[in-house]
Nanobody, 116 residues
Framework: QVQLVESGGGLVQAGGSLRLSCAAS????????MGWYRQAPGKQRELVAR???????NYADSVKGRFTISRDNAKNTVYLQMNSLKAEDTAIYYC??????????WGQGTQVTVSS
């Protein structure tokens, strides 16, 4: 069983930056694909960024060039650096760990609010 705890959310002005962290416990997530998803009010949850165990990344078009996902396997932690934040980035951000669909875990989420 894997537990995921997000942190680093908060209120920031448009154009500002935040760094989200997702700390995993209970088991190593080094072989998992780790992802960040977000859900804005009234909208479906969407993928923001994902990183494989080998470090390959992919991003939603809306965040390319602004957000960077990274992982520190020694710390069992995944990060999401968010720069040039926009009002439309306001959402609850969730951390996800996925082992080929067989084992999928979610964190409780952290609120990010960008004021314009």
């Amino acid at each position: 069983q894997v537990q995921l705890v997000e942190s680093g959310g908060g209120l920031v002005q448009a154009g500002g930056s935040l760094r989200l962290s997702c700390a995993a416990s209970g088991s190593s997530v080094n072989i998992y694909v780790m992802g960040w998803y977000r859900q804005a009010p009234g909208k479906q949850r969407e993928l923001v960024a994902r990183i494989t165990s080998g470090g390959t990344t992919n991003y939603a078009d809306s965040v390319k060039g602004r957000f960077t996902i990274s992982r520190d396997n020694a710390k069992n932690t995944v990060y999401l650096q968010m720069n040039s934040l926009k009002a439309e980035d306001t959402a609850i951000y969730y951390c996800n760990a996925d082992l080929s669909g067989w084992y999928v875990y979610w964190g409780q989420g952290t609120q990010v609010t960008v004021s314009s």
